[in-house]
C-alpha cells in the first residue's frame, strides 16, 4: 500500500450560474499529484485550468467530487479552515507578484508568519533566510517600487516559502517578465523542486516555461486532455 | 497577538500618511470643538459665578421707569432724589443704601488721561455692592455733604494714570474740576456683560450732580438688605415706600423699578449653561459627523485595499484576522484623532480663556470622556467596512484591480 497522493481529485466539478445559464468550468476532473512533483497545467483561456488552480489552492470550493489533500477530505471545508490549509500547507505566485506596496520586502517576506501566528523574534531569521534561499539578501529593506519584476517575484517566492509549504501553486509565475528573468525564476523553481522537496504546480500558456516542468497536464473545455511526464528541462 | 495587530495597524496607518490624516479630520474637529467649547463654558460659568459673588447677595436696584428689560431708553420718570435714598435707608430691611448718578467724563493726571466711567455715590456704595478698599480710605460725611472734590478710583484707572505710583494722595482732574484721590478700589475684573467694571473713578454723589451734570438727579439707587430679611420682603417694602413718596395712586402702575440682583446673577447662569449646551451640542454632532466620515474614508479604504486583503487571505489570514485588522485600524485612528482633538481642544480652549479674560477650566471628566467617545467611535464606524473586508472572497479580491 503507497501513500496517498499529495493531491487527488476526483470527478471534480466547478459549474458557475444555473439552470440555462450554467456554466462547468470544470467538468468531472480526475488529477492526482504526488508529493515532489513539478507540474505545469496548460490550456487556452477559459479551459479551467485557473479553476481548478484555486480548488487545489484551497481559494475555491469544487460543486461536486472530492478533493483529498494528504488523504484528507477538503471539499466540505468552510472558509476559515480553508485559510488555515492555505497558512499551513501552501504558498502563491501570482502573475502580478501581488506584494503588499509601501512595504519592505522583510515585511512582505513575513507576512504568512505573522497569521502564523509567530513572535518577531522567531519569524524574522525565518523571513531573512528564505529572503536569501531566493537570492536577495541585502535587499530587506527596499520597498516593491524599488524592486525590478525579477526581483519582485522573487520577494513573492520567499513570501510562498517562508511559511515551509508542502505545495508552492504558481499562477502564470513568468507571465510578467522579460524571458531572461523568466528563466531565471522558472530555475529558482526548479532549484527549490530538487532540493527542498517542495511539490509546485504552476499554471503557464508559455511551450518552454512548461519545460522546466517534469509532468505536463492539458485542459481543455473543463476535462485534462493531455497528462504526460517530461524530462524537465535543464 | 492584539498588541501585534495594533502594531501592524500603526505600520498600515505611517504607510498612508496622507489618508490617515483625512480620515482622522473629522474627529480631530468633533473632539476638538467639544472639548474647547465644554472648557470655555466650563470657563465662563466659574467667571459668572465670581461675578454673583462680587455682587453679593440680597442687593436690589431701584430705577426710575416702568420695569424692562436689559439696556435700552427708559420712559421719562422722574428722577429719584436724595431725599429718597435717605428715607429709603430708614427701612428695618435696608442694610446699606448707595444712591448713584453716572456719567463719563476724561480724567486727567500729570500727563496722562483717560475717558472712563464717573459714579456719584456715598460712603454706603462701597457696603452695598460689597466693593472693598485696597488702600485709602472711603468718602467722609462731610465730603459728601460738602461735595468735596475726592476720588476713589479703580484698578484700570490706577494703572493708566499713575503707573506705579501710589494713587492716594495725589491730584487728579476730572473733567474741569481738580481733586484729590483717597482710595483705590480692588480689582473685579470683567463682568456679566464683558465690560470692565474697574473702569471707574467714584465721587460723592453731589460732587457730580453740583460740579458736572449740574443738577439733583439720580439715576438708581442701590439696597443692601439684611442677611434676615428676603428679597420678596425687601421688595414690597421698597416699593410700598417709593409709592407713597412718588404719590403713585391705587391702580396705577409703579413708575419705577426694583430689580433683584440674585435673580439677575441667576438668569445669567442659566443663559451661560443654556448657551454651553447648545453649543456643546452642535459640537457633539460635528462628532459624530467626524465618525460617519472615518466609515466613509475606511470604506473607500476597503475597496482601495481589497487587492491586500486578497493576498492577506491567500497567504493565510482567516476572516476573523482580516476583520480584526480593520477594526484595530479604524480605533487606533480614531483615538489617534481623539488625542490630536484633545489637545487642539485644551489650545484653543486656553487661547479662547486669555482672549475672553475668564478662568481656564479644563474637566478632566469630560476629556476622559471625548477619549473613550472617540474609540467607541471608532470601533462603531469601522465596523461595517471592516466587516466588508472580511467578507470579500480571495479570488475576487486578487483579481480586483
Known amino acids: 500500500m503507497t501513500a496517498p497522493p499529495l493531491i487527488d481529485l476526483s470527478a471534480v466539478t466547478r459549474s458557475y450560474g444555473k439552470g440555462e445559464a450554467e456554466v462547468r468550468a470544470l467538468d468531472g476532473v480526475n488529477l492526482a499529484i504526488a508529493k515532489g512533483e513539478f507540474v505545469a497545467i496548460m490550456g487556452p483561456s477559459g479551459s479551467g485550468k485557473s479553476t481548478a488552480m484555486n480548488i487545489i489552492g484551497c481559494l475555491d470550493r469544487p460543486s461536486s467530487g472530492t478533493y483529498r489533500f494528504k488523504g484528507a477530505e477538503l471539499q466540505a471545508l468552510g472558509n476559515d479552515q480553508r485559510a488555515l490549509i492555505r497558512r499551513n500547507y501552501l504558498g502563491f505566485i501570482f502573475q502580478g507578484f501581488n506584494l503588499l506596496p509601501r512595504t519592505t520586502a522583510l515585511e512582505n517576506v513575513e507576512l504568512p508568519l505573522i497569521y502564523k501566528g509567530l513572535p518577531p523574534e522567531a519569524r524574522l531569521p525565518l523571513a531573512r533566510a528564505a529572503l536569501e534561499k531566493v537570492g536577495l539578501s541585502g535587499r530587506e529593506a527596499h520597498d516593491p517600487a524599488q524592486l525590478s519584476g525579477g526581483q519582485q517575484q522573487r520577494v513573492a517566492i520567499a513570501r510562498a516559502l517562508a511559511g515551509n509549504p508542502s505545495v508552492i501553486l504558481a499562477d502564470e509565475p513568468t507571465g510578467n517578465l522579460d524571458s531572461h528573468r523568466s528563466h531565471e525564476i522558472m530555475q529558482l523553481l526548479q532549484t527549490l523542486n530538487r532540493d527542498e522537496g517542495i511539490t509546485i504546480v504552476m499554471v503557464t500558456h508559455e511551450e518552454d516555461i512548461a519545460a522546466y516542468a517534469s509532468r505536463l497536464i492539458v485542459f481543455t473545455d473543463g476535462r485534462i486532455t493531455r497528462d504526460e511526464t517530461t524530462g524537465g528541462r535543464t | ?401
Not at chain 2, 478710583?153 to 494703572?159: F, G, H, L, Q, S
Not at chain 2, 493708566?160 to 480692588?186: E, H, N, Y
Not at chain 2, 456679566?192 to 460723592?204: A, E, H
Not at chain 2, 440674585?262 to 452642535?282: K, Q, R
Open chain 2, 1 to 401: 497577538m492584539l498588541w501585534e495587530t495594533v502594531r501592524l495597524a500603526f505600520r498600515a496607518i505611517i504607510r498612508n500618511k496622507l489618508r490617515s490624516f483625512l480620515t482622522v479630520l473629522g474627529v480631530v474637529i468633533g473632539v476638538a470643538s467639544v472639548i474647547a467649547m465644554v472648557t470655555v463654558g466650563q470657563g465662563s460659568s466659574a467667571q459668572v459665578s465670581a461675578n454673583v459673588a462680587s455682587l453679593g447677595t440680597n442687593v436690589l436696584i431701584l430705577r426710575p421707569g416702568k420695569q424692562t428689560m436689559g439696556p435700552g431708553p427708559r420712559d421719562n420718570a422722574t428722577p429719584f432724589t436724595l431725599r429718597d435714598a435717605d428715607a429709603l435707608s430708614t427701612l428695618s430691611a435696608a442694610a446699606a443704601v448707595a444712591p448713584t448718578a453716572n456719567t463719563s467724563a476724561t480724567v486727567v493726571a500729570g500727563s496722562a488721561n483717560r475717558a472712563t466711567q464717573v459714579t456719584g455715590t456715598t460712603a454706603g456704595y462701597l457696603a452695598a455692592t460689597n466693593w472693598p478698599l485696597v488702600t485709602g480710605r472711603n468718602f467722609s460725611e462731610a465730603e459728601e455733604r460738602a461735595a468735596a472734590p475726592v476720588c476713589i478710583i479703580a484698578e484700570t484707572v490706577r494703572k493708566s494714570l499713575f503707573g506705579a505710583t501710589d494713587p492716594v494722595g495725589q491730584p487728579m482732574r476730572v473733567k474741569s474740576v481738580s481733586c484729590t484721590v483717597i482710595g483705590l478700589l480692588a480689582p473685579k475684573g470683567t463682568g456679566s456683560f464683558g465690560q470692565d467694571q474697574d473702569d471707574l473713578v467714584l465721587m460723592p454723589i453731589r460732587t457730580v450732580q453740583k460740579r458736572l451734570e449740574g443738577n439733583d438727579d439720580v439715576e438708581r439707587i442701590t439696597v443692601a438688605l439684611r442677611k434676615s430679611v428676603t428679597a420678596e420682603r425687601g421688595i414690597r417694602d421698597i416699593a410700598a415706600l417709593m409709592r407713597d413718596r412718588r404719590r403713585i395712586g391705587i391702580g396705577q402702575e409703579d413708575d419705577f423699578s426694583v430689580t433683584n440682583m440674585a435673580e439677575v446673577a441667576s438668569m445669567l447662569t442659566s443663559i451661560n449653561s443654556v448657551l454651553t449646551g447648545l453649543l456643546s451640542s452642535v459640537a457633539a454632532v460635528s462628532l459624530l459627523v467626524g465618525g460617519i466620515g472615518i466609515m466613509n474614508i475606511m470604506l473607500v479604504s476597503v475597496t482601495e485595499r481589497t487587492r491586500e486583503i486578497g493576498i492577506r487571505l491567500a497567504v493565510g489570514a482567516t476572516s476573523a484576522q482580516v476583520l480584526t485588522q480593520f477594526l484595530v485600524e479604524a480605533v487606533v485612528l480614531s483615538i489617534l484623532g481623539g488625542t490630536i482633538g484633545i489637545a487642539l481642544g485644551l489650545g484653543l480652549a486656553f487661547a479662547a480663556a486669555q482672549f475672553m479674560a475668564i478662568p481656564f477650566a479644563p474637566q478632566a471628566g469630560v476629556i476622559a470622556l471625548a477619549f473613550c467617545f472617540s474609540a467607541v467611535i471608532g470601533v462603531v464606524f469601522g465596523f461595517f467596512p471592516a466587516r466588508r473586508a472580511a467578507r470579500l472572497d480571495p479570488i475576487d479580491a486578487l483579481r480586483h484591480q
